[in-house]
């Protein structure tokens, strides 16, 4: 399999609704694995999924999926499978029977269709009395379950997922998660784009970071928080004695703040160099005066690093 | 030759019954639509109420020895060609076919559609059928039992006018402009919904061509469907005061001229629907 083949790519695209700027000058390469889009409304995510479905057309530039071009839609939605976040449903139908009429137009057997339709509505855990009963009875969480039922049941190589979480209650959205990272595990391209940065942030290979139609960062979360250099990194270190070691670390340079942590078993360190911070931190356990128990980054997740980027609350994006 | 060999084969290799298959998944649920649900009401009345008024005469102004069955064929032409034509298919087919491309975008379920494995061009096609199913059924049943309860009251000589007499030819006729009013006006309609959110206003502006369309010179008078079938009428309606308005008078053209004009018209018209609807963003929020 090549790469063309293998990826979602955004070659120089931008979109333009009118006089409106959609996203400029898009240029992405998103392997398979789960990838978060994460930016503020408005600033282009679902222009972004829109743009890799077809629902919208790029200004300019190109968009292949798999080297797919949605206009070939008998293949292309064989391979895709996208969740948009509109909800609402054609009128009338049950659950189960609108996972079902979306699986008849594959042309598949009404048993095939059938057993793939219920298998679908086990994975996102409805219940079997639910789906058959009218869409229009259902809450909000039912609704965004049987919309992702629909988008996963012909087993699609890409799945893209717009604010996927919305009205899902914590355990439902504790069993979505699992569902995409196993998903991504098995090789498919997950697109998520959600404002529940924390939760998203654990089952994501990666993150795209796009504001005002304009794509900030790309990468996976580590990568993308190291290439944060302007902005003191936050490190937790967990040792026996966090005091002494807060001492040390003020007596360096590049330390720009040394804080307890309420427990009192450890110390919040930011730094300007990590580098240069993980060699003084050896000289000290190699010294035997404090003794470090873990060392693990306190800020390297996407709301942190939304936050550095873009400047604006994470949680509200 | 060989591109023409090269195109066959090309064709050939398409996916034709699975195309086939959800053509009729994607007709069967719009057909549904059309004729089974509370909102299709009013598109019943429009097709059945002069059905209504020909029954209630019946019931009520029974033919006696006075009855003339050409007046009768009087007024039914000038059932089709003044009520049919211009009124009732006309606005059925606004509500049946703007609401098939136009209605799911209002209810904001097209992108499910669209994010089938389903060519935009199938879609559009197959509920262009659904839509010329739907009125044709209506508007050719309503006309039919227009056509039945008009001489039904005449007894024997009725029956034999309906059967055997002028009257099966004057049926064919209305039933043939009643396919062709349904598919014309509909794929017009599906068109303005197409393109503009609230295709009202091209509904109207079309009806006021329509209209004024007899003034006009020839050419233009090709850019319309209600001069097309003024040609199949079997009776002529003399065109008299406020009628008048309602009537199209035209240059006199074969029966044949006039339907293949009409079939190519409807043609142009889908393939350009076609071209639309390959273009076609979802943008809810605006529309």
New interface residues.
């Given amino acids: 399999m090549n790469a063309a083949t293998d990826t979602i790519r955004f070659e120089n695209v931008s979109k333009f ?1 009118g006089e409106v700027l959609g996203v400029n000058r898009i240029t992405l390469r998103l392997e398979p694995g789960v990838t978060t889009l994460v930016g503020p409304n408005g600033s282009g995510k679902t222009t972004l999924m ?1 743009l890799m ?5 790029p200004s300019r530039g190109e968009v292949s999926v798999l080297g797919l071009k949605p ?1 070939n ?6 391979n ?1 499978g ?1 969740c ?1 976040q ?1 909800d ?4 009338g139908l049950t659950g189960f029977q609108f996972v079902l ?2 699986l ?4 598949m057997s009404d048993e095939d269709a059938h057993g793939l339709a219920v298998e679908a509505l086990e994975r996102v855990q409805l219940d079997a009395a639910a789906a058959h009963r009218k869409i229009a009875g259902y809450s909000k969480g039912m609704r965004q379950k049987v919309r992702l039922a ?1 988008a996963v049941a012909h087993h699609p190589r890409v799945l893209v997922l717009d604010e996927p979480l919305n009205g899902l209650d914590p355990m439902a959205r504790a069993e979505s998660l699992a569902l995409f990272q196993e998903l991504g595990r098995q090789g498919m391209h997950v697109v998520i784009s959600s404002h529940i940065l924390d939760e998203v942030d654990r089952v994501s290979d990666r993150v795209v970071l796009i504001t005002g139609g304009y794509l900030i960062a790309q990468g996976n979360i580590h990568e993308v928080r190291q290439e944060v250099r302007d902005k003191p990194m936050q490190l937790l270190v967990r040792c026996d004695s966090p005091e002494l070691l807060a001492s040390k670390m003020f007596a360096v340079n590049h330390c720009v703040e040394a804080r307890l942590h309420a427990d009192g078993r450890g110390v919040f360190v930011r730094t300007g160099d990590v580098d240069q911070f993980y060699r003084i931190l050896n000289e000290i356990a190699v010294e035997g005066l404090v003794k470090i128990e873990a060392v693990a980054p306190f800020d390297d997740n996407a709301n942190a690093i939304y936050q550095y980027l873009i400047g604006s609350e994470g949680g509200t994006v | 030759m060989t591109e023409f060999v090269a195109t066959i084969g090309n064709l050939r290799q398409q ?1 034709w ?2 195309w086939w ?2 053509f009729r ?1 994607f007709a069967r ?1 719009e057909i549904r ?1 059309n004729l089974f649900t509370r909102r299709a009401w009013w598109i019943y009345f429009l097709a059945f109420v002069p059905a209504l008024i020909i029954l209630v005469h019946l019931l009520v102004d029974a033919h006696r020895g006075n009855a003339d069955v050409s007046e009768d064929t009087q007024v039914l032409a000038g059932i089709v060609q003044l009520y049919y034509v211009r009124l009732g298919i006309f606005f059925g087919c606004l509500g049946i076919f703007s609401r098939l491309i136009r209605g ?1 975008m209002i ?3 097209l ?2 559609y ?7 061009e199938l879609i559009l096609l197959s509920k262009f059928f659904a839509g010329a199913v739907s009125s044709v059924v209506l508007f050719g049943g309503a006309v039919l039992l227009d056509f039945v309860l008009m001489y039904v009251g005449y007894g024997a000589a009725g029956r034999d006018y309906m059967m055997h007499g002028q009257g099966f030819g004057q049926i064919e006729a209305y039933l043939l402009i009643t396919v062709l009013a349904c598919l014309g006006y509909g794929s017009i309609f599906l068109l303005l919904s197409l393109i503009f959110r609230n295709p009202m206003p091209g509904a109207l502006l079309l009806w006021g061509w329509e209209a004024i369309n007899p003034v006009m010179p020839s050419l233009l008078q090709k850019l319309s469907v209600a001069s097309y079938l003024r040609h199949l009428m079997p009776v002529s309606v003399p065109a008299e005061g406020i009628f008048a308005l309602l009537t199209v008078e035209t240059e006199p053209v074969s029966a044949w001229v006039a339907v293949l004009g009409l079939l190519v018209l409807i043609a142009l018209v889908l393939v350009y629907t076609c071209y639309r609807m ?2 076609l ?4 929020m ?1 529309d």
């Fill in positions: 609704y829109n479905t077809g629902l919208v057309q206009s839609a008998t293949e292309f939605f064989c895709v996208y948009a509109f609402s449903f054609p009128r009429d979306s008849m137009l594959f042309g629909q | 996916p019954s699975l298959v959800q998944r649920i639509r799911e209810e904001r379920s992108h499910y669209l994010l089938s494995p389903v060519r935009r390959r273009r963003e979802i943008r809810y605006t």
